[in-house]
Nanobody, 126 residues
Framework: VKLLESGGGLVQAGGSLKLSCAQS????????MGWFRQAPGKEHEFVAA????????YYSDSVKGRFTISRDNAKNTVYLEMNSLSPEDTAVYYC????????????????????RGKGTLVTVSS
């Protein structure tokens, strides 16, 4: 399984970006997908996750109401739509895949994920 993120870049505060993560290999619809981020000098932080069916989504308190995770199982792709961005959202964003045993996400630790992409940088200027 390989994960390839795209869509990062430089945006002004208050702006929007939409990240994509394409999975190759494996059966995409068997994996819960997630997004994590790591700001400079900080630990990895959970951002959002979506169950394998797409029926259940999860968000950190810091992004709830501003970010939306979605998936297209026909395209083997998961998305993260980010609105009302602030400089505090500046980070490298990583896509993860975790083989699902139920239609609920129960693990929000990046170290426990089965696969991780190389990340895409999001920079929000003030």
């Amino acid at each position: 399984v390989k994960l390839l993120e795209s869509g990062g870049g430089l945006v002004q505060a208050g702006g929007s970006l939409k990240l994509s993560c394409a999975q190759s290999g494996g059966t995409f619809s068997s994996y819960a997908m997630g997004w994590f981020r790591q700001a400079p000098g900080k630990e990895h932080e959970f951002v959002a996750a979506i169950s394998y069916s797409g029926n259940h989504t999860y968000y950190s308190d810091s992004v709830k109401g501003r970010f939306t995770i979605s998936r297209d199982n026909a395209k083997n792709t998961v998305y993260l739509e980010m609105n009302s961005l602030s400089p505090e959202d500046t980070a490298v964003y990583y896509c993860t895949a975790d083989l699902a045993y139920s239609d609920y996400v129960r693990d929000f630790n990046i170290g426990a994920m089965d696969y991780r992409g190389k990340g895409t940088l999001v920079t929000v200027s003030s």
